[in-house]
């Protein structure tokens, strides 16, 4: 717990970040958590930018939601293309 607490930002799962999970859902081909997950960085990425820090990258190994996220305007790693 030391090393969570000190090591992430913890983003509150809120009613607009879940509206914004179904949405992504409708637009992409992506299971619930996987849109989920898109909805917490697409929060994070844009929290980011308007404190002024650069842009973050998604990181997944799971090709659709590597092009979601892709099409939602993040820059996206996939972790498995660098063995």
């Known amino acids: 717990m030391r090393h969570f ?4 930002l913890i983003i509150p799962v809120t009613d607009a970040v879940v509206e914004q999970a179904v949405q992504l859902t409708q637009r992409h081909r992506l299971r619930g958590y996987d849109a989920m997950q898109l ?5 994070a990425h844009a929290t980011t930018v308007a404190a002024g ?17 892709s099409a939602e305007g993040l ?9």
């Open 5 to 8: 607490d000190n090591e992430y």
């Open 39 to 43: 909805a917490l960085g697409l929060d």
């Open 53 to 69: 820090l650069p842009a973050l990258t998604f990181v997944a190994a799971d090709d659709d939601l590597l092009a979601a996220a």
């Open 75 to 83: 820059v996206t790693e996939n972790p498995l293309a660098h063995p």
